[in-house]
């Protein structure tokens, strides 16, 4: 079974028959959500049919989705959820989340792990990172610079500048690269085979199992390191590593390389930002807006809720589509337009409730400094190919550019 | 609903708290986190009326619905 990318159309909604997720992105401009699902975003919560046939619920709109992201009577058990869309391979039972993967888990078990893990990863600390994500970034650059005029703008900056900084936070050693990152984006890879990510996550898995034993003998100035001095086993502290070090280095990477993309996109709006370079923070926030890569968030009900005058039954699972909810016209005024100068705080790009993304002060100092160094550095930087010739990562649990064919004129 | 005149009182509830750090990064002039857990610390239960707005932000914000407006009259928790 493959991905057939005209699947959504044969799909369309009926009065009779719910309408299943959809995920063909590739309906004309790449930023912004499939046409399909944002014709569906006329009614903030409807009802949506799952893989397995199960009739369940689609939350499009920002308030109706913030409402049940912050529901504790929603949970994050993936035993409890019917998958939105089919993955090959994979019964229609999920299995629990497997062990140190609190995304996975309702409290009072999730907050056992977030809480060991929330003050790394404070506001504060991540602010004093700022100086070696600038050190990195340079480094990046100055490589690139070296090795054009062309270059791959994925494999040059996006992926190198957060995966070195999320390495030498975690503590793993970046040299063990290609141990990992494949294994990382099998695991989010929509299209992939169960059995393919069922072995990519036990791969990944065990690399960190044997860095976990390393760092317990040998304790080096990091995170994991700092965590084996818990209660956490050894097997918990693989998989929150696992966990980390995927998120470090598949989200900001994606938004590096597609909000890069998406600003040489748009000269306007990337003229205002190098003009006053204090505008990133605010170009950052919308730029998570504009295109919300993680997406989307499935919860389960716990017990009958009423969400956006709507009763979603115990037993049912809700898919929240972030993208959807991020171009609410009701919560964005003209919501498929990036403009930096919007109020674009509030977005739901790091989810929200109890499981926002604990990375997401990180992510916030890597692409502040990312952005501007890169603008700085090229002022000629465009494209090296047509816009519609840049392939997109069309089925991933995180959105983006494989590559990005970049080019600038020589000083 | 916001009335300029009456002081603004905040409460922070460190058990609901996901760590998150939007309060501290919306208005770092009231809250912050601290060191070991990362949960919100409440600097200044009553903000100066400059910060009342970047406070009303972070409440807003706080994807755990830990920190919360106290009016000085309410009764509710």
Not at chain 1, 67 to 79: G, M, N, V
Not at chain 1, 278 to 300: K, N, W
Not at chain 1, 386 to 409: A, K
Request: net charge negative; glycine share 6%.
């Amino acid at each position: 079974m493959s991905y057939d990318p005209t699947a959504a159309d044969t799909t369309a909604a009926t009065a009779e028959e719910p309408p299943t997720l959809p995920t063909d992105r590739h309906t004309g401009c790449p930023f912004d959500p499939p046409a399909e699902l944002t014709a569906l975003s006329d009614q903030p919560l409807r009802r949506m049919r799952y893989a397995d046939g199960h009739l369940g619920w689609l939350a499009t709109g920002h308030a109706a989705a913030r409402a049940i992201l912050a529901d504790p009577r929603f949970s994050s058990r993936y035993e409890l959820m019917h998958l939105p869309v089919p993955i090959a391979g994979m019964s229609q039972e999920l299995p629990p989340a497997p062990v140190g993967d609190l995304t996975g888990l309702d409290a009072p078990e999730h907050t056992r792990y977030r809480r060991l893990l929330t003050g790394k990863f404070t506001v504060r600390r991540m602010r004093q990172l700022t100086e070696r994500v600038e050190g990195l970034t340079t480094e990046c650059l100055d490589a690139m610079e070296q090795a054009g005029p062309t270059a791959d703008l994925v494999e040059a900056f996006a992926q190198p500048v957060p995966a070195l900084m999320i390495c030498e936070l975690l503590g793993v050693p970046y040299a063990d690269r290609e141990r990992f990152q494949s294994q990382v984006a099998t695991v989010f890879d929509q299209t992939a085979e169960a059995e393919a990510k069922g072995e990519a996550y036990t791969a990944l898995l065990q690399y960190l199992n044997e860095l976990v034993l390393a760092k317990r003998a040998e304790p080096t100035d990091d995170l994991l390191s700092d965590l084996t001095t818990s209660d956490l086993t050894d097997e918990e502290l693989a998989g929150i590593g696992g966990l980390l070090l995927a998120a470090g280095l598949d989200t900001t990477a994606n938004m590096l390389g597609l909000g890069t993309f998406a600003l040489l996109s748009n000269p306007d709006q990337l003229q205002t930002l190098r003009a006053d370079p204090g505008l990133a923070e605010q170009t950052v926030e919308e730029l998570l807006r504009y295109l919300s890569v993680a997406d989307p968030i499935p919860r389960a009900a716990l017990e009958d809720v009423e969400v956006a005058g709507q009763l979603v039954r115990a037993g049912e699972t809700v898919t929240v589509s972030v993208q959807a909810a991020n171009r609410d016209p009701h919560r964005f005024p003209d919501p498929d337009r990036l403009d930096i100068h919007r109020k674009a705080t509030g977005h739901l790009a790091f989810g929200h409730g109890a499981h926002q993304c604990l990375g997401q002060q990180l992510a916030r100092v890597e692409m502040t400094v990312a952005f501007p160094a890169l603008f700085a550095r090229f002022p000629t930087l465009r494209l090296a190919v047509p816009p519609q010739e840049v392939p997109l990562r069309e089925r991933s649990n995180i959105y983006g550019v494989i590559s990005l064919p970049v080019t600038w004129d020589e000083e | 609903m916001s009335d300029p005149r009456q002081p603004l009182r905040l409460s922070a509830d460190r058990d609901r708290c996901a760590g998150a750090g939007m309060c501290a990064l919306t208005a770092p002039e009231v809250f912050d986190q601290d060191d070991e857990e990362g949960l919100v610390v409440l600097l200044h239960p009553v903000p100066a009326p400059e910060h009342q707005a970047a406070a009303r932000m972070a409440v807003g914000l706080c994807p755990a619905g830990a920190i919360a407006l106290d009016s000085p009259d309410s009764t509710a928790p």
